[in-house]
DNA sequence: TTCGATGCAAACAATTTGCACCGGC
DNA sequence: GCCGGTGCAAATTGTTTGCATCGAA
């Protein structure tokens, strides 16, 4: 805990940032919640109990800062909110979201399927890949119970 | 386009909705604009040229409702804006986007890599895929060649 | 005393909603 | 005349910005 908050202090002060109160505060609800994915209204309420003066302006920019020195990754699914995640060496950015269309779970594969791919990207398209995101929607096991207690077939296609 | 348009009108109806002028000219919009990713705005400012008289919101609530028949697809690329992308059988949704985090250039894979993937999730955590989405951040081939003019290493890693 | 960082409130942008109205069944 | 669909304006939501102030170097 303490380390990862040295190290990202370090990160701030080698372009030019401090950590103040706020900063850590902000880091540590974060370090914190590793496994979610928060808003930035999600970090500034946790915030708020460590650091009750803080304002929410001072929050969102915290996460914006973090995310320009690619401390936090800044994502989106779509449901007009910006979320945040810590990009720590032990939680890589390397899983992939299943969003269930019918309940709105989102179940998560903590593995990477894409390193294949990203081989073949630099390759065939002189691409380098620092980043990617993998979502996929559609029905998860437990709607899909649900289904066929009702109807027998789960939506099936035959 | 005709059929494309006739197609729709009968997805429309036979979930008790209408065909109005002002969804036939959102719908020709897009029909016209298959190979864009407009942004609602962009719809808008479009349909204006044809139908003056529409309301944003009207332009809203008919993608919305596009949306939830699956004609259109509402894609979110990061930036704050929602796009619509129609869903026709040719241009399907299989496709991934390499967006440059230098430029901001985005470019366009258009090929479906996922299919086995997709088995994979059948099976292994029995979710059926209904649609996906696969995006790549990284650095273009073309920022590429501009960093290698100026520092003559490019960023490579070694 | 300088300058980055903060809190607050106001400003903004994208989207949604309330409501009166219009036109086909 | 009912009701889905519309235009407009107002409301909402997520996020950013202006500005006076604070505090460490």
New interface residues.
Partial sequence: MEEKIDKIKQQLQSHGYKLTPQREATVRVLLENEEDHLSAEDVFMLVKDKAPEIGLATVYRTLELLSELHVVE?????DGV?RYDLRTDTTKHHHHH?IC?QCGAM?E?RED??GP??E??EKE?????????????????RC?DKNNDQNGNG?KKS
């Avoid at 800044?74 to 779509?78: A, M, R, S």
């Avoid at 398209?125 to 096991?141: A, E, P, S």
């Fill in positions: 800044k994502i989106n699914f779509g910006a299943l269309v179940d594969i399927w894409l791919l990203e073949r990207l398209f002189n691409f380098t890949v620092l980043d990617h995101r993998l979502d996929f929607q559609g029905i998860c096991y899909k939506g």
